[in-house]
């Protein structure tokens, strides 16, 4: 701080250039992006990636949902359809979901939301995009093997998932896959915790980051702690399977359920590393769109820590139904994630509370996302009661909770989309054609899940590929396959709307009058994001910059303003 | 109360889950309710109007407060209503009437410690497991292969049948009639149509089916299918007791 102010007299700040121009000497086009380590380039490749996953898996959930539409389904064999459930699930998570957050929007967002001209480690970004992009395709590749894909579930439980009952190289594959898709997860954590330890701008402390930052910040954190576990178990796994060790074999003297513990020591943190990053898009959209700051950004931030903290104590909720777990343990510790939780909930009605609402596409998916969420969060709520779990463990009441879940999580990543696209490509996605889109998403959401809660309440178990036995469950899964065919509408909606829309509405530099730094950079950012910063004194400093005089209403004690006499800090 | 869905099910252990289903469900309808209401509140009622910039409040520390400290005391209260249920369902009380289950790709053999009795079928020909209404019957639950789920919907309840692993428990029907059971864990191809059936029958009615194996013929098949279950088992545990986790 002291350095900038004795500095020189700040040299002229050069004319905003677009986006990349400075780099003429670089290669351009396919070489360019094949070459890029800046974070801009590679988080767009992470999103047009992920989304072409989201798409793929998509196009296997609709598969899934016509078969079931009749109680002898016969679209797809017995077989097949344990491929597809597998990658579908396989997808979502591993290549969608997980990469979309802390791949795409965190290495877009959050070096321009923290005043940073790229990520810590940029070659290191690179390669987390090339083994993700590869272990997909490897992990994929699966479909083109004589045995056909994986096909024990995404959770590979042994001893299903041992050389014996899983003979084939897709099972090798998805094993691969993951473990590739998995270190890129894993440096990415280094990358981003790095970036928010180190490169954040004069003047942005801890308790100014925006809260996607801190989320995102969090999210690193846990990925650092879950994901090594994962890679140990595939190698564990492959072991078994080829080199004749015996870690999950019972014959062998090794113990099955240790799989477990080791899938889920990585799976439930890996919920919410799925998760906070979506909290974190969702509560910035909220507050800009509401024209307040994030209401209770302390405890925001507490809230996520704690979910965080909380998370890697409740793996064996997943495990109930073992018999060999400590119920009431676990079970409290999945309980009181409801609190933080609630809190989250709370403070986005708070923001909203008294706001000035736009209904922008963004702002609308976000609304979708909150009412999604409560619905997935409260039947959450049941599933971390041992009692109630081992009534509706591995029926559809399940599957439905974790639907509503993750498909708040997409709408939220579509509010992202429509929120920050503008931001990297410089132009507005048609907000009409964005509205059809969320209500499409939005209802077909709903359609889609409620059915599957009645289903799995009334017995329906998951993962099969017919119900013979129960054929009054034909016209609920007929509901259910029509919600899964509006939500598959809204993502041709998305589509066509990213034709429609191609370089025809400038985006400006902040069109939504938005709050955080990387608003007050131009769109596209140049290569090295910013030629000027305001001066950072809260965690909204473009607000700050651009309505002098409507600062957050002061809480207790407030600091002092720094005596940074200028309004711009430039960059050294 | 409404049921919210499910049902009180056939077993003591089924009426204190379904009890316990409708608290939880009260307390999600009226705190869903309750946040979904102030979702459309907020929604309908702050939509923008003019250019106007509102308050920029950020903090209310007393509601902040409030809405952390009702959600633990709901969380504890909760928390005490399934500690009541879980210790009821995973009390191992004396038992009358042991059956040995043993699930494996792709069906289920049942047999009855101390008599003849053996079922055993595969995929859609459904093995039913007779037993006594109103009788503790104790289940030995153990898996040949892979993992199983043993899921009875008029239970409401469902374990996961481990290889290397004795699961027990304990189930007190009361009510007589046929129920219909499933694999609820994916365990490969055929997965979809382990099927299987609990009959539940009167006393003398069990008596009497279980008399229908004192014959040559069933005992020898009685035995050769425990010889058969013994090595399999014991080609899964060279060396080891299966060990017992059924409580907690």
């Keep these: 701080m002291t350095d900038l102010l004795e500095a020189p007299a700040p040299a002229p700040i050069p004319a905003p250039v677009p986006a990349h121009e400075e780099e003429h000497h670089g290669p351009t086009g396919i070489l360019k992006w094949m070459t890029s380590t800046d974070h801009k380039v590679i988080g767009l490749s992470y999103t047009v990636t992920s989304v072409i996953m989201l798409v793929i898996g998509g196009i296997f959930a609709e598969i899934i949902r016509v078969q079931l539409s009749t109680p002898n389904g016969s679209l797809v064999s017995l077989a097949q359809y344990n491929e597809l459930f597998t990658m579908h699930g396989s997808v979502m998570i591993y290549l969608f979901a997980g990469p979309f957050a802390f791949g795409a929007l965190a290495n877009i967002v959050v070096p321009l939301q923290i005043g940073a001209p790229d990520m810590a480690f940029p070659r ?37 998932s041992n050389s014996i009952n899983t003979p084939g190289a897709g099972a090798d594959l998805w094993i691969g896959g993951l473990l590739l898709t998995g270190f890129s997860a894993i440096f990415t954590g280094v990358n981003l915790c790095a970036t928010v330890f180190y490169l954040r701008a004069p003047g942005m402390t801890m308790f100014r980051m925006p809260i996607f930052t801190w989320n995102l910040m969090v999210t690193a954190i846990l990925i650092l702690l879950a994901f090594p576990v994962l890679t140990a ?56 769109f509401s024209r307040k700051p994030v209401f209770g950004y302390k405890g925001m931030v507490f809230a996520t820590l704690s979910i965080a903290a909380l998370s890697l104590g409740v793996w064996a909720h997943h495990m109930f139904t073992t018999g060999v777990v400590l119920l009431p343990f676990f079970s409290i510790m999945s309980l009181l994630i409801a609190v933080p939780t609630g809190i989250k909930m709370f403070n986005w009605i708070g923001t909203m509370w008294r706001g000035e609402i736009w209904f922008s596409t963004a702002m609308l998916m976000a609304i979708g996302f909150l009412i999604t969420f409560l619905v997935g969060g409260l039947t959450g709520i049941y599933l971390a009661s041992p009692p109630l779990d081992f009534f509706t463990h591995d029926t559809y009441f399940v599957v439905a909770h974790f639907h509503s879940i993750v498909m708040a999580l997409v709408l939220g990543g579509m509010a992202g989309l429509y929120y920050w696209g503008p931001k990297i490509t410089g132009y507005l996605l048609n907000e009409t054609i964005g ?84 608003w007050f950079t131009t769109s596209p950012p140049p290569h090295h994001n910013f030629y000027r910063l305001p001066q950072i004194r809260s965690e909204r400093p ?26 711009e800090v430039p960059v050294p | 109360m409404p049921s919210f869905g499910a049902s009180p099910g056939a077993t003591s252990s089924s009426r204190s889950v379904f009890h316990l289903w409708q ?39 007393p509601l902040e407060t409030i809405y952390t400290i009702i959600p633990i005391i709901i969380v504890f209260a909760l ?48 093995p039913v497991m007779e037993f006594p ?105 060279p060396s080891k007791q299966t060990s017992s986790h059924g409580d907690n």
């Design chain 1, 435 to 518: 509205k059809i889109q969320f209500w499409f998403l939005f209802i077909g959401t709903q359609v889609f899940t409620i059915p599957l809660y009645i289903l799995g309440l009334e017995g329906m178990p998951r993962r099969v590929a017919m119900y013979a036995h129960d054929p009054q469950w034909k016209l609920l899964n007929d509901v259910s396959t029509l919600g899964a065919i509006l939500i598959g509408v809204s993502t041709v909606l998305f589509v066509v709307n990213i034709v429609v829309s191609w370089k025809k509405y400038p985006a400006g530099d902040n069109p939504w009058d938005a709050h955080t730094l990387e």
């Design chain 1, 233 to 288: 178990g595939l190698v564990m796994l492959y072991c078994d399977r080829h080199f004749g060790t015996h870690i999950f074999s019972v014959a062998g003297g090794g113990v099955p359920v240790l799989w477990q513990h080791i899938f889920w020591f990585w799976g439930h943190p890996e919920v919410y590393i799925l998760a906070l990053p979506f909290f974190g898009m969702v509560t910035e959209i909220i507050a800009v």
């Design chain 2, 23 to 61: 608290w939880f469900s009260i307390g999600a309808v009226i705190v869903g309710g309750i946040t979904l209401l102030l979702i459309i509140w907020a929604v309908l009622r702050y939509r923008r109007k003019g250019d106007n910039i509102p308050k920029q409040s950020q903090y209310h520390v």
């Design chain 1, 124 to 160: 290191l970004n690179a390669m987390s995009y090339w083994l993700y992009l590869f272990g997909s395709i490897t992990m994929l590749s699966g479909f083109f093997t004589a045995g056909g894909a994986a096909n024990f579930g995404w959770v590979a439980y042994a001893p299903l």
């Design chain 2, 133 to 237: 209404v109103n009788t503790n019957v104790h289940i030995n639950l153990r898996s040949s292969d892979v993992i199983h789920g043993f899921y009875v919907h008029a239970f409401n309840f469902s374990r996961y049948a481990l290889p290397g692993v004795l699961n027990q428990f304990t189930i007190r029907a009361q009510s007589t009639g046929t129920y219909f059971g499933q694999c609820t864990q994916l365990c490969g191809l055929y997965h979809s149509l382990m099927w299987f059936r609990v009959k539940v029958v009167s006393q003398s009615q069990y008596h009497a089916w279980l008399q229908t194996f004192n014959n040559p013929t069933a005992e020898a098949a009685a035995k050769a299918a425990a010889t058969a279950t013994k090595q399999q088992l014991s080609t899964l545990v």
């Design chain 2, 79 to 126: 928390f005490a209503g399934t500690l009541v249920v879980e210790n009821k369902e995973t009390a191992n009380p004396r038992t009358n009437v042991t059956i040995d289950v043993l699930a494996f790709q792709w069906g289920w053999k049942f047999t009855y410690p101390g008599s003849n009795a053996l079922v055993y079928g595969q995929t859609t020909q459904d």
């Design chain 1, 542 to 567: 473009t607000w700050d910059y651009n309505h002098p005089g409507h600062q957050a209403a002061p809480h207790g004690h407030h600091p002092a303003p720094d005596a940074v006499p200028a309004d």
